[in-house]
C-alpha cells in the first residue's frame, strides 16, 4: 500500500513539473489516501500482533 502511495506521489511530481496541474492534483490525493490507509492498517496489525500477508 505504502508503495502505491510512493507511486502515485512520484507521478505528482513529474505531473507537476510538466503542468499538468488535474493529474497533479488526482495523484496527490491519491497518495495522501493511500500513505493514511496503510499507516493505519501498519499500526493496526503492530497492536492486534498479526503479521500482514507476504507481498
Do not use: D, H, Y
Not at 25 to 40: K, P, Q, R, T
Amino acid at each position: 500500500m505504502l508503495n502505491l502511495a510512493m507511486v502515485f506521489l512520484v507521478i505528482a511530481i513529474i505531473a507537476g513539473l510538466l503542468g499538468i496541474t488535474g493529474v497533479m492534483s488526482i495523484a496527490i490525493e491519491m497518495a495522501w489516501i493511500l500513505f493514511v490507509v496503510g499507516l493505519i492498517l501498519a499500526i493496526l496489525f503492530w497492536v492486534i500482533g498479526k503479521r500482514p500477508p507476504p507481498i
